[in-house]
């Protein structure tokens, strides 16, 4: 099989269903959004690697997991209805414990914090923006088209993730944390 079609050299791209679209449709954004955000993952986990850092290893590797499923689902077009598996309940259920965990080793704050002072925690937060880009974007796609409710309130989720994995990099690898001073 060939890696090119020139099926997409017009602009355009097939959904999951064979519905043609342009490829600044607000679900071909949505999930290239989610593409990026999987890659960004990735980082982090190869940046995590390096520094010996495995305890959220399982963590990302099931995250990215989900984000296939979740770009499959803003992909699928007319005609596509029923042939992508829903995300299950299981994965926002997980990010939740997690998030609860996380924080429970985390000291409170009551102002935003900066990001920085390593390269892992800045890369945690540079998914967690990413993320935050592909929720909203995932959210214009859905005033439009059916979108999988369950993958907007993953991505939603997956961003508190992000945060509090921040938080405690600084913590493990002994950066400065940095709060906004208004």
């Known amino acids: 099989m060939k890696i090119y079609t020139k099926g997409g050299d017009g602009g355009y791209t097939s959904l999951i269903g064979g519905e043609r679209v342009p490829k600044y449709d607000v679900r071909v954004e949505a999930y290239g959004t989610v593409d990026e955000l999987s890659a960004q993952i990735a980082l982090l986990r190869d ?89 909203r974007q995932a959210l214009r796609a859905a005033a439009e088209h059916p979108v999988s409710p369950a993958a907007l309130v993953f991505l939603n989720r997956l961003s508190d993730y992000l945060y509090v994995l921040g938080r405690r990099l600084a913590m493990l690898l002994g950066a400065e944390e940095t709060l906004w001073e208004p």
């Open 47 to 135: 940046l995590l690697r390096t520094r010996n850092v495995t305890e959220f290893d399982a963590d990302l590797v099931s995250v990215s997991g989900s984000l296939m499923q979740t770009e499959a689902l803003m992909a699928v077009g007319r005609g596509g209805e029923g042939r992508v598996k829903e995300l299950p309940a299981a994965a926002i259920e997980s990010l939740e414990k997690r998030i609860d965990e996380i924080s429970s080793l985390l000291p409170p704050i009551e102002r935003f914090t900066l990001p920085g002072g390593d390269p892992a925690v800045s890369q945690a937060h540079i998914c967690r923006t990413v993320c935050r880009r592909a929720e």
